[in-house]
């Protein structure tokens, strides 16, 4: 079948849920240097102002707020210190070991989709993969493992610079569609939960502005369920407000996108 679009999919919050793993660890891991844990709202506000897409960077920089804000005169952590935290909490095990080892929080991290998504995507001629801020280990345990999917194409932490840089999106973009992007080029889309994902659509729009490029939005899990309707209205309006220029109800909507809509 002709090939009519290519889908790039972000991971976390959008193919994984990471509310009790990601932001798990990072919860705790701002709790461990400064006595606070930051509510679930204090991470989607952070997460709004687009820049920090980094979770161990975050991590950081909400003590820094902390301390600043209670004015505590408390010796700040390194960011080595916060990785090796974080990372703790997270794996619960060296991450560049056998996933059979590891006993933290990513292994009890709930699914958004199963490998028929992409089985059917592929049967409607369109190409997908990943750009993902996690690390590799972490991206591969999620798309290998558990959704059973054979070397899927994926840029990850260290494979290009953090989001809202276009560079990994564009990259995996000619990797898979050939090295000139353009006007003559199929629609390009990015499905991503935080305004950093939207950013990073706009971003490449600049570099490529030949290149039809889409921006799909999607609401984290944790504000899809029932109790926090308001909420999750609230942060899908701010990804509109962005540049989003599709809403997904639910990452399975896309088992209908026509891109050439857009």
Known sequence: MKNIGLILFDIDGVIRCVENSYR???????????????????????????????????????????FKKENLKLEIPTKEEIIKCFEKFYFGGDPNKDSKYWSGFITKEELLVDKKLFDLLESNGIIWGFVSGAESASAKFVLEKRLGLKSPPLISMGDAPDKPNPKGFINLSKKLLGDKLGASNIPIAYV???????????????????????????????????????ERNAYERNLQKVGADLILSSINDLKNINLDLF
Not at 25 to 35: D, Q
Not at 207 to 219: D, L, N, R, T
Request: aromatic share 10%; hydrophobic share 35%.
């Open 24 to 66: 798990l660890s990072l919860k705790k891991t701002v709790y461990k240097y400064s006595g606070w844990e930051p509510s679930y709202i204090d991470i989607d506000n952070a997460k709004n102002e687009g820049i920090w897409n980094n979770d161990w960077d975050l991590s950081l920089e909400l003590i820094k707020r902390f």
């Open 192 to 230: 991503g939960d935080t305004i950093a994902d939207i950013n990073t659509v706009l971003n490449a729009r600049k570099e490529i502005p030949s290149q039809k490029f889409i921006s799909i939005g999607i609401a984290p899990p944790h504000l899809h369920l029932k109790s926090r309707v308001k």
